[in-house]
């Protein structure tokens, strides 16, 4: 059905990267699931968006996994991965290479589809055959989707801040916001839906994937969104709001399993799609996926997550004048989920903030948290020294690096902290970049 390809983001079949090829926003396909839908509509753009999320997570995990220094992705038919992303020489990255136009269209896709399911909902509550529980439901699902794009948009391009895409209008495009303006924006798209979830009954009417198993009801998904307003709180700088606010409307819970949380499901059957960076962790030098040595090097003995996450190979793999000798293995098969956000993160937002609170900090609480990581990672509890605050935040951020490997995090944490210049490099020559531009083309409304 071509108004499947041309609204709906699905995991397979329709090309979300040729945005310039889009159909006529105003046609009459875009008007019959705005003006005239059903409720099976909703589910069908639902389905779409949430399936959306995962598209390019490939590209966006080398981006922020080769820059934070943490693996490499080692492909010698594509070598502005080693060149572009790590600053290679005179290398520059490209306002028009696939790594950033590919993720941006990923990101406005799901935000358009988002839109759009909020129009259609409205329909559906004005004409009587959603009750306003069930319409605020589904304001509280698509507001959190794209803030959840917003901010995913955000950790790449950073101080270049992102573009806002008008809620009613899909043919045409907003303001590029300043990075401080872009987390206002997310913020407040994240509290609204957070008021919405508030008012929308016991129930959503409609499905959720088993990647929200145990926050698939208004009550529990605002568990969620609260966890992604902690992120973006801790973002912010904003300590008092993330303890006193955010994470305790959150899912954390220091009894739970470390990975309870939301994830990004994959699996073989037709039409959906496998985990895209899972790899055999022996690979070839020239097609493989391997972690940064520094990693294990750095480790503490006896860190039980360095035999999970990582395969010592039987022969170091090289190319382009790096080496490493270990195989990235954080998602062990084909469908392994991968986290949107889990409890760890949280504990380890707790400990932050409270590490930064009041300047001073709640430090003796803030090691509270950080133990509950390292005696789940079988070490010893973390006891600071003469070093105060600075030695707790270090010890924050080390917790990060270890527990938070290869989801997506340290390049943005170093960044936070200004400490970009302490990431490891291997070739003298190369530069740790603090942000992508803006794709040069963005027909991201049309």
């Not at 935000?111 to 306003?132: H, P, Y």
């Not at 949380?261 to 059957?269: E, K, N, Q």
């Not at 391997?290 to 360095?306: C, F, K, L, P, T």
């Not at 084909?334 to 937002?349: D, G, K, W």
């Amino acid at each position: 059905m071509a108004l499947i390809c041309a609204i709906v983001v699905l995991s397979t079949g329709c090309d979300i990267l040729s945005i310039e090829d889009r159909s006529d926003p105003n046609n009459s396909e875009l008007n019959q699931i705005i003006n005239n839908p059903t409720p099976s509509d909703i589910n069908t753009l639902v389905t779409g968006t949430e399936s959306g999320l995962r598209e390019e997570l490939r590209i966006y995990h080398i981006n922020v996994g080769m820059i934070g220094r943490e693996m490499y992705r080692f492909l010698a038919a594509e070598p502005r991965n080693t060149a572009d992303l790590l600053g290679k020489g005179n290398s520059q990255l490209d306002a028009g290479s696939f790594y950033i136009t590919r993720p941006w269209a990923s990101y406005y896709s799901v935000i358009r589809n988002s839109n759009i399911l909020i129009q259609a909902a409205k329909t559906l509550n004005e004409d009587g055959v959603f009750t306003d529980e069930e319409y605020n439901g589904v304001l509280g699902f698509a507001k959190t989707m794209k803030a959840y794009q917003y901010l995913m948009a955000l950790t790449l391009t950073n101080e270049n801040g992102i573009r806002i895409q008008p809620e009613e209008d899909f043919s045409s495009t907003g303001d590029v916001l300043s990075k401080a303006d872009s987390e206002d924006l997310i913020a407040t798209l994240l509290d609204e839906a957070a008021t919405n979830l508030d008012d929308a009954g016991d129930n959503f009417a409609f499905s959720l994937s088993s990647g929200f198993e145990s926050f698939n009801t208004p009550e529990t998904f605002r568990e969620f969104n609260r966890a992604l307003r902690a992120r973006v709180a801790v973002y912010q700088e904003d300590w008092i709001g993330a303890l006193g606010d955010y994470l305790p409307e959150s899912f954390i819970n220091v009894n739970a399993p470390l990975g309870m949380g939301v994830y990004h499901v994959y699996s073989t059957a037709n039409n959906d799609m496998l985990n895209p960076v899972f790899s055999d962790p022996q690979a070839g030098s020239g097609d493989s996926w391997v972690a940064h040595n520094s990693w294990v090097d750095d480790a503490e003995n006896n860190d039980e997550r360095i035999d999970v996450k990582v395969v010592l190979r039987d022969e170091a793999a090289s190319l382009d004048g790096l080496s490493s000798d270990y195989g990235l293995f954080v998602y062990q098969n084909q469908t392994a989920p991968m986290p949107i956000i889990r409890n760890a993160e949280l504990i380890l937002i707790r400990a932050e903030a409270l590490a930064q609170r009041n300047n001073a900090g709640d430090l003796d609480a803030a090691e509270d948290d950080l133990n509950i990581i390292r005696n789940n990672a079988g070490l010893p509890d973390f006891n600071r020294g003469i070093g105060g605050q600075a030695e707790v935040i270090d010890e924050m951020l080390n917790q990060r690096r270890y527990e938070l490997f290869f989801e997506g995090h340290r390049w943005i944490d170093m960044r936070r902290y200004d400490r970009l210049d302490e990431l490891p490099q291997d070739r003298t020559e190369d530069n740790v970049w603090e942000s992508f531009p803006l794709p040069e083309n963005e027909n991201i409304g049309s």
